[in-house]
């Protein structure tokens, strides 16, 4: 493309999202990737040494795509897209067989908390309860909308009971809410950890609603058939359908400004990229603004400051096997047999304090680990009545461990629950660390998979900092689009969705689709 309106750096998905909602606005718009296929972190990779076995070397679990306002707006259904939501969504083995089971049925789940405590029970229900409404109709719409200022946001919560709920609950860290509203051990432990996934620090107040929004949500931790690199391709596809096109292959190595406004690239080759109206990066505030812009002054100091989370590093096994992890626990509890996220070596509440301190003082962490056997929902992703499986561990970004040996030691306590992840089972293993990533996708600076901590007041209006929330940045014609937005990292598209509503009433383009109005929908509580 030689002439074109706009350009956007990286093809992560809120990249890839953003490009095809500007394309169906008739824009002429091209994306530059690096990496030789597009989708960042939407990565599925062909076994190098076996053939017909696929890995997820990146995102695997995407929470509630189908039903977000992309996947239906772009049709993706209709370029071959298909999602399953496994019914035993999460399930927390523990090695004295029992286990705590999330079920997409809220009964179900509750008379797992039940065995471990009935008083927990009736709290599951009460907060899935409670929430739902906040959770519908205030947290999904903050999330599917640029953000508000937090004075106007907290004055239009404070008018209604759901709003000052709300608040009342955000108050509290994600620890404290826990502390105060289970009291089993291991209850307290698996809601903390699946929380903890959502990479939001435990102890940091502001984030009590966190929890109690995770246990109203009605959509659960869902997989894309084919493989994540699926839903990337379909992207892809709906661009190039509307004109789009994505380079990739191509690394940015610099944004140039004409008269004070983002006009052109340079790419690592020297070539050099204009663009008529706009670019927009999807890539972290320290490579946008220090390394391709090379900012100054204040900008230049902000984005330094841009802080990403700790522990958020994954060290990652993956395995092909000859058949799928067999539970021991299975035995009496059969339907782990089809259980989809398996937590495996929590065992204690104490154990978060350990794993929060291994992060800070750069040592290993005690072994807790999570992960899923794909082909047992996807019989696509491995030969026939052959199987692909992972286990992740969260690791210091400098793993004071040689990889090698430190997946065999996984495999080891896969073994402990699993007796058959041994021997002539495992076909191939291959690790993957936090190096790795920040390699292959500098966008998660030291492995940071969340792009950016929600910490150093890094939220909402303020993501990635004051002055270039909402998407605009200090730059005239430079936009950022990417997970160090609101409302952050994870496979969501939304900051993406968010971002092309803010380019397109910029440019004074007529939108096509219909997103939700944030502050109608808090002043209509
Ligand atoms: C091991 C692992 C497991 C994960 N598991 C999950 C999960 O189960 N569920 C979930 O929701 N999320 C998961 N994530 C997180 C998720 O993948 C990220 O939060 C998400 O991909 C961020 O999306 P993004 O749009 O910001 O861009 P990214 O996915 O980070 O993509 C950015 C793109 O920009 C490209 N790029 C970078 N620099 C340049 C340059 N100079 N020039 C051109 N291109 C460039 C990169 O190559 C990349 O393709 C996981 C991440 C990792 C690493």
Known sequence: MRDCDGIILGTGHNALVLQAYLARCGLRVLSLERNAVAGGGLRTEDSAVLPGFRHNTHSFFHRAVTAMPWYRDLELERHGVRYVEPELNVALVLEDGRSLQWWRDLDRTVDSFNAFSRKDGVALRFWAEEFRPIAENILTVEAQAPPLPPDVRRELLERSAA??????????????????????????????????????????????????????????????????????????????????EVRTGVDVAAIELRNGKAAAVTLASGERIEARGWIASGLNPRQTFV???????????????????????????NVALQEAPRYSAAASQ????????????????????????????GTMP??????????????????????????????????????????????????????????????????RTPRDTEALLPNMHRGDLLVGSFANGQVGYNRPFAGAGRYRTPVPGLYLCGGSTHPGGNITGLCGYNAASVIAADLGLKRWWNPPDGEAALRGL
């Open 334 to 361: 059969p339907e782990l047999e089809q259980a989809f996220m398996v937590i495996l070596g929590l065992k204690r509440y104490s154990q978060f304090e350990e794993i929060v301190a291994a992060h800070e003082t």
């Open 163 to 244: 709003g000052r709920r709300l608040l009342q609950v955000q108050a509290l860290s994600p620890l404290e809410f826990v502390e105060r509203e289970f009291e089993n051990d291991v209850v307290r432990a698996g809601l903390l950890f699946f929380n903890g996934l959502r990479e939001v620090d435990l102890r940091l107040h502001g984030f009590g609603h966190s929890i109690p929004a995770l246990l109203a949500s009605t959509r659960k931790a869902q997989m894309c058939v084919g493989g994540s690199a699926a839903l990337a391709q379909a992207l892809v596809r709906d661009i190039e359908e509307h004109r789009g």
């Open 291 to 317: 390394e391709l812009l090379n900012a100054t002054g204040d900008l230049r100091r902000q984005a330094e400051g841009f802080e990403f989370n700790k522990i958020a590093p994954l060290f990652a096994l």
């Open 366 to 431: 005690p072994p807790v680990m999570w992960g899923a056997c794909p082909t047992l929902f996807d019989a696509t992703q491995a030969p026939e009545g052959r199987h692909t499986a992972f286990m992740w561990e969260k690791v210091p970004y400098a793993m004071p461990a040689d990889a090698e040996q430190h997946g065999r030691e996984l495999l080891e306590l896969w073994g402990r629950f699993a007796p058959n992840m041994a021997g002539a089972n495992v076909l191939h293993q291959f690790v």
